[in-house]
């Protein structure tokens, strides 16, 4: 059985600052993260 998980956030009011896309890094490496958006996908076997 796998497994497929994927998330998306997007930044509405502002754009994300440095020091916020730096804490967010700290939650996944793999994760794709602009001053605007974050997307993680995970596929697990």
């Known amino acids: ?5 994927y998330y998306e956030f997007q930044a509405v009011d502002r754009p994300l600052t ?3 896309r ?3 890094r700290a939650l996944s490496s793999r994760a794709r993260i602009t ?3 974050f997307t993680d996908h995970y596929e697990g076997r």
Request: hydrophobic content about 30%; proline content about 0%; cysteine-free.
């Open 1 to 5: 059985m796998s497994e497929y998980q």
């Open 18 to 20: 440095e020091a916020e």
């Open 22 to 24: 730096t804490e967010l």
């Open 35 to 37: 001053a605007t958006s």
